[in-house]
Structures are given as C-alpha cells and as structure tokens.
C-alpha cells in the first residue's frame, strides 16, 4: 500500500475546504488532521517546517486576534527565535497557516492557492 498524503485541515476555512475538494476529486488517498482538534507537538512542527523549507513566522496567521494579543507581529525572526515560535504554534495551533499538505516524499506545500496545490496533486 503507497503511503498517504497528510493533511491538516480546518473544516471552517474556505481555502482548507477547497483543497479537500480538489484533493478528493483528485482520488488522492490521504491522511486528514483537523489540527485544532488535534494539534501537532513541537516535534511534529519541527519536521512539517523542514518539509515546507520554511521557518515557523512563514506559516504563522499573524491577522488573528490572539496573535495580535500575543504581540507577534513584533517577535524577532532569527535563529535564535525560531523554538519560542515553534512552542508558540504548538500552544495556539489557530495561528497555523492552512492548509498544510505534506506528501510521502517528504516535500511540503501550504496550499492556499491552486498553482500550489496543483504541485501536489
């Protein structure tokens, strides 16, 4: 059996909802993680940040109201930043970005638009 896309999803967002569409029209066998539900660890943020080649400020919702009541717009972005972040998306996983595809070859994509999530597909 070929390995499963993984997918983490927001039933509530229009741009998650589009991508499952697409995926499920696709015939795509995936993996769906309703990430506010469930949210992912440190460890698992980690590992979907190097799939996406992108630091953890890159996939952070910095509009929401509790990211402005975190004050993260201000954050630093540097190396020396990047656990606090991480620690932060793990403790608030509402500040994720979505959708969040990651395929078995262990590449990455947020899929919010359908150039994107036409690479995955």
Not at 1 to 19: D, L, V
Not at 42 to 71: C, N, Q
Not at 77 to 97: V, Y
Not at 99 to 104: M, N
Request: aromatic fraction near 6%.
């Amino acid at each position: 059996m070929a390995e499963e896309m993984e997918f983490w999803h927001n039933p509530r967002c229009s741009k998650s909802r589009a991508a499952k569409s697409a995926l499920d029209a696709a015939g795509v066998a995936y993996t769906e993680r309703r990430y506010l539900e469930d949210p992912p660890s440190a460890d698992e943020l980690r590992a979907v940040l190097d799939k996406l080649g992108l630091e953890p400020w890159d996939i952070t919702r910095t509009g929401e109201d509790e990211a402005k009541e975190l004050g993260i717009a201000g954050w630093a972005r540097t190396p020396a930043d990047r656990e606090h972040w991480i620690e932060t998306l793990a403790l608030h996983p509402k500040l994720i970005q979505r959708p969040i595809i990651a395929t078995p070859d262990g590449h990455a994509v947020v899929a919010r638009d359908e150039q994107t999530l036409k690479s995955v597909l």
